[in-house]
């Protein structure tokens, strides 16, 4: 059974940081693509950012830019979000979901998503 448990949100700051971490199993995660998917109050899922399995390859959402860093850790079957620069914008729902890289598109699995981690950037 596919299972992702995402972690490490919080309240912070505008201008502040954090780091979201998600825990795979039921899978191979070592030859998946994976990415992150947030969805704020009242809104539909928006993709954020996305690594291809080996983790070679990244892409991100323009809204995020320069300000996200997404990675894996295949040996300890997690991947991580490295949020900086937050902004009021970036509260949301933070879940990671297995997707398919091709070309320039990215797919992502609507289904098998974790709880999510609550993210909110407040002053």
């Known amino acids: 059974e596919v299972q992702l448990v995402e972690s490490g949100g919080g309240l912070v700051q505008p201008g502040g940081s954090l780091r979201l971490s998600c825990a795979a199993s039921?899978?191979?995660?070592?030859?998946?693509?994976m990415s992150w998917v947030r969805q704020g109050p009242g809104k539909g899922p928006e993709w954020v950012s996305a690594?291809?399995?080996?983790?070679?390859?990244?892409y991100y959402a323009d809204s995020v830019k320069g300000r996200f860093t997404i990675s894996r850790d295949n040996a300890k079957n997690t991947l991580y979000l490295q949020m900086n620069s937050l902004k009021p914008e970036d509260t949301a729902v933070y879940y990671c979901?297995?997707?398919?890289?091709?070309?320039?598109?990215?797919?992502?699995?609507?289904?098998?998503w974790g709880q999510g981690t609550q993210v909110t950037v407040s002053s």
């Open positions: 979901a297995r997707s398919t890289i091709v070309g320039n598109m990215v797919e992502y699995d609507g289904h098998s």
């Open positions: 039921g899978f191979t995660f070592g030859s998946t693509d």
């Open positions: 690594i291809n399995s080996g983790g070679g390859s990244t």
